[in-house]
């Protein structure tokens, strides 16, 4: 349904009017014919009708779309009354922010927030209902503490009330201390998980570096054991080399001497023949 014409102030295009209703446009709808609706009239036309009111064209929800802006906007340009005028408001606003202003309005007719009470009340005055509203809330007037929701809750037993208040606050403790047991043992349970997981890891990193400590172990006694096969060899080369040195003194002066003696076994004084035959030639060679 629209908005009822006679809460406007001044005219109001008729293009602007449900073809259904005749009231002012509200939340419209255009057909392709381009005549305009509110939504809840053309949907509720459209459930028992396949065509247009106006004139009678075949029409289809999923044909349906949004105002012209043109006309959008001239229609959230009027102006109108509050529907709280009745009751004393005054306000006269546009129709793009009416619906703002009556949820806040003053002078809105509401319902009493307190259970039971059926009385309807302005918003101004609610304040004051409560204050004096039969099935308000308000304490025992004794010290319990109990909440007094009704009229028969005046003649309550306090100490009983106090008992079951008291029971209550033990078994919400009991509660939240198994829970609190509950949530502790849940975590000790995951960090000892934890924990052996990781001890299972580390012992396993243990493990490899004992192998790999083993392995290199083994390496270097490999190579201390490959070095001292290398010094006794350069040893025994370094012992045979001297041998061969002394030796090869040895030959070198056996050498020597074999030289000089050779040398001496051949030398002797020439004889006066050999001496003359050699005279002449001399000269014949000056």
Known sequence: MGYDIERFVGYVNEGLLCSI????????LQAPCEHAFCTACIHG????HSNCPEDRQLIDVSLLRPLYRYMKNDLNR????????EYGCEMICSLE?????????????????????TV???????????????YRSRECPNGCGYTILSAEDTQHNCVAELRTELELLRSEMICRVEEAKHEMESRL????RHMVQKESILQNEIEELKSQMSRMMSDVRSLMAAERQHRQELEQAEL??????ELLKGLQKDCRL?????????????????????????????
């Open 78 to 85: 009027l102006q109108l009354h509050c529907r709280n005028r």
């Open 120 to 134: 309807q009340i302005e918003r101004r005055n609610l304040d004051g209902h409560l204050a004096v509203c039969e």
């Open 258 to 286: 074999t030289t000089e003696g050779s040398r001496k076994s051949n030398f002797r004084p020439l004889t006066r023949l050999e001496s003359a035959k050699r005279k002449p030639r001399e000269v014949t060679v000056i």
């Open 45 to 48: 036309w459209l459930v028992h």
């Open 97 to 117: 922010s009416i619906d703002r202003h009556e949820r806040e309005c003053e002078y809105s007719q509401i319902p009493c927030s307190n259970a039971g009470c």
């Open 189 to 192: 349970d995951s960090q000892r």
């Open 240 to 245: 045979e080399k001297r041998e061969l040195m």
């Open 21 to 28: 209703c005749r009231d002012v446009l509200e939340d419209p």
